[in-house]
């Protein structure tokens, strides 16, 4: 994984002197995970500003509400490229840059693959996630793929929300914090809060990731 001071090295075209000064400001907030997103896509602004002389620099990048930030000289010929990486960084793991899907743990919106979304979750709630009583309700909420975890004792609740367009990945991400399928509930269609129940395919990719 490619370090945030070697993309500055390795991309002078984007980095001038004060910007990299100005790393100091951000460069604690830059998820490690993103380092290979960050290389690529300066790498494209490179080829698209070798052919002309315009001024360009980078001035901020940051993690904002698990997506890029990333400030720069706005110019028309780039602005595709930086919102192709602010797509696809929603579904990079800030912690190693693999797949991943945003997550909430805690309170806190990250994207993060089925690994350090299970990390998260053993690091939040640590003792509570072996012998706790666990409820999963998934639902599709307008499109969107959405489980709350509920993690019960007699004291305190927890709840937790995962979205991914991709239903394979968020039953891997419950496979991996130990949710088994009776744990799992899927409730039915509420028309006024726009949730439709998952269909029969769409529950059956559950019951063979979850009945291991
Ligand atoms: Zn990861």
């Keep these: 994984m490619i370090t945030f001071e070697e993309i500055i090295k390795k ?18 907030c830059i998820p490690t995970g993103w380092g290979n997103l960050l290389d690529e896509l ?16 980078v001035t ?12 720069a000289t706005r110019l028309p010929i780039i602005e595709d490229l930086i919102n192709d990486a602010i797509r696809r960084s929603a579904f990079t793991c800030t912690a190693c840059g693999s ?10 919106l990250s994207p ?18 072996e012998d706790a009583a ?16 509920f993690v019960l004792d007699d004291r305190e609740k927890y ?13 891997e991400m419950l496979s991996a914090i130990s949710i088994k399928m009776d744990h799992v509930k899927f409730p039915a269609s509420d028309e006024d809060n726009d949730l439709i129940e998952l269909t029969a395919e769409e529950k059956s990719i559950f019951e063979s990731a979850l009945s291991k």
């Design 11 to 28: 991309h002078p075209r984007c980095f001038t002197k004060q910007s990299i000064r100005n790393q100091e400001l951000y460069g604690s």
């Design 42 to 57: 300066c790498s494209k602004i490179e080829v698209a500003l070798a052919e002309t002389d315009a001024k360009f620099s």
């Design 60 to 71: 901020q990048i940051k993690e904002k509400f698990g997506r890029l930030r990333f400030g």
């Design 99 to 108: 797949r991943g899907s945003p997550a909430q743990i805690g309170g806190y």
């Design 112 to 129: 993060l693959c089925p690994h350090h979304f299970s990390e998260g979750v053993r690091n939040k709630l640590l003792d509570l996630i």
């Design 134 to 149: 666990i409820e999963v309700e998934i639902y599709n909420s307008a499109g969107i793929y959405v489980a709350h975890l």
């Design 159 to 171: 709840e937790m929300y995962i979205s991914d367009l991709d239903l394979r990945l968020l039953a």
